[in-house]
């Protein structure tokens, strides 16, 4: 991450939401947006006050706090409520949440409780439609700006130990197409993020991450992009440089979605087949 701002989203405000510890993906990205001189509401699951520490968050970037359930449409209402009444109007919105309920309990994909899979869906994807609704009908959404979610690319292809997430990540990069051709007619721009296999608090809770994550780095020629390198794509797709993308999936991830097979896989197969 650049050390000093050049002001990309300076007189932007809007609302980052899953921002828990320093581990977090929308911890980084909340940083690097306000070292480019944008405003936020931090927001998150009320279950977050007693296992994260998003107060320091708000309090190095001068921040206020607002707990809401994603799920939630009176929360959100009133999230987005105050955060118009403390900005003016909302600039942009970061959606970096994801839950894999049959994932956390090592539940195989051939047998999902479907209970757990309809949570997941509803807070890993089915959010983002909350959250943009919501921010349009409390009028809190401003003409021209523009909203980021982030994916991992088990939306397009089978990683096992993925299970059901990637059906919930593909459904996040659908609502963001269907959504963002309504939203196109007010200049608002969504798109979302597939960004390599990160080490953060909800990676850690899917069996086999660190398998995906060397797997990931040993093929992308440019290694696995990290959580400072994704802040830094986000404060891009949130500022006027990218005022003309929209309803895209783009890919953040050191170039691994191109690769077929690397030099460094095939050692470490011709390794594992002369041991």
């Given at each position: ?39 936020f509401v931090l927001t998150n699951a009320p279950i977050a006050k007693r ?8 309090e190095r970037t001068g921040s206020p706090v607002v707990w809401a359930d ?46 757990w899979y309809h949570k997941t869906l509803d807070i890993s994807a089915i ?149």
């Open positions: 991450m650049a050390d000093k701002g050049h002001g990309l989203l300076s007189g932007k405000s809007g609302v980052i939401f899953g921002a828990l510890n320093e581990s977090s993906l929308a911890w980084a990205i909340a940083e690097a947006i306000h070292r480019e001189g944008g405003r296992l994260g520490t998003v107060d320091a968050l708000a994603a799920t939630s449409a009176e929360d959100l209402d009133a999230l987005f409520r105050q955060a118009k009444e403390t900005f003016g109007g909302v600039d942009f919105v970061v959606h970096s949440i994801g839950m894999g309920m049959n994932v956390r309990k090592d539940r195989p994909y051939e047998d999902l409780d479907y209970d959010s983002l439609h909350r959250v943009v609704h919501s921010a349009e009908t409390t009028g809190a959404l401003n003409d021209g700006g523009s909203i980021v979610a982030l994916s991992y690319i088990g939306a397009q292809r089978v990683f096992s130990k993925y299970s059901e997430m990637g059906d919930a990540k593909a459904l996040l990069e659908s609502i963001v197409r269907s959504y963002g051709y309504r939203l196109g007619r007010r200049g608002i721009r969504i798109n979302t993020i597939s960004q390599s296999p990160t080490r953060t608090t909800a990676g850690s809770g899917i069996t086999g991450f660190d398998g995906m994550f060397d797997f990931a780095d040993r093929l992308a020629p440019l290694g696995n992009a990290d959580a400072a390198s994704c802040a830094d794509y986000t404060v891009t797709l949130l500022s006027d440089l990218t005022r003309m993308v929209t309803m895209q999936t783009l890919f953040h991830d050191g170039g691994f979605s191109a690769m077929g097979i690397s030099d460094a896989l095939i050692e470490q197969l011709k390794n594992a087949q002369g041991s």
